[in-house]
T-cell receptor, first 115, second 113 residues
Framework: EAQVTQNPRYLITVTGKKLTVTCSQN?????MSWYRQDPGLGLRQIYY???????DKGDVPEGYKVSRKEKRNFPLILESPSPNQTSLYFC??????????????FGDGTRLSIL | AQSVTQLDSQVPVFEEAPVELRCNYS??????LFWYVQYPNQGLQLLLK??????LVKGINGFEAEFNKSQTSFHLRKPSVHISDTAEYFC???????????FGSGTKLNVKP
């Protein structure tokens, strides 16, 4: 089954404790992206990747890191989480790395709470 | 700068009534346009997309949307809604050659029996 898998689905942690949210897709997609969803703000793009070793900032990259060492994986790293990063996070992928006319496939989300 | 505006945060409607969810965007270049639906505790699913050509596009579950270039709008419509359409709907744009996506703030559609 074609899917985007995020782990964990839920996480409660404390300020300053490094964490990684994993994302994996099995569709051989080139484009992958991370979003955060906050009430009243919709989804905002954090980082995206057009292919292996090619990443770039979205609209809200501060406090986040990503890497794309393999085509299928695109982890999101919070080196020193803060309470304002409490949010619902989505990973998404789409077929083409150079044309954004392809629909995105979304994971089920990771609800992150930072105390 | 790009932006997407969904003016209605919530839309209540009775079952079998028609509905329109509004989306306006701002962009200095041509864009691709999308509507996604999010059911509770799930990720987003594509409803329909506009890339080029005919300005009226049809999607899944009986939804359709019309692209209006002069008004920079992409409103979503359904002639007769069902209880199962209760969800949050997001409009998204991707400016051509920019490799980014911009989402609206979402519209919660609440279909009442």
């Amino acid at each position: 089954e074609a899917q985007v898998t995020q782990n964990p689905r839920y996480l409660i942690t404390v300020t300053g404790k490094k964490l990684t949210v994993t994302c994996s897709q099995n569709m051989n997609h080139e484009y992958m992206s991370w979003y955060r969803q906050d009430p009243g703000l919709g989804l905002r793009q954090i980082y995206y990747s057009m292919n292996v070793e090619v990443t770039d900032k979205g609209d809200v990259p501060e406090g986040y890191k990503v890497s794309r060492k393999e085509k299928r994986n695109f982890p999101l790293i919070l080196e020193s989480p803060s309470p304002n990063q409490t949010s619902l996070y989505f990973c998404a992928s789409s077929l083409s790395g150079t044309a954004t006319n392809q629909p995105q496939h979304f994971g089920d989300g990771t609800r992150l709470s930072i105390l | 700068a790009q932006s997407v505006t969904q003016l209605d945060s919530q839309v209540p409607v009775f079952e079998e009534a028609p509905v329109e969810l509004r989306c306006n965007y701002s962009s200095s270049v041509s864009v691709y346009l999308f509507w996604y639906v999010q059911y509770p505790n799930q990720g987003l699913q594509l409803l329909l997309k506009y890339l080029s050509g005919s300005t009226l596009v049809k999607g899944i579950n009986g939804f359709e949307a019309e692209f209006n270039k002069s008004q920079t709008s992409f409103h979503l419509r359904k002639p007769s809604v069902h209880i199962s359409d209760t969800a949050e709907y997001f409009c998204a744009v991707s400016p051509r050659n920019f490799n980014k996506f911009y989402f609206g703030s979402g519209t919660k559609l609440n279909v009442k029996p």
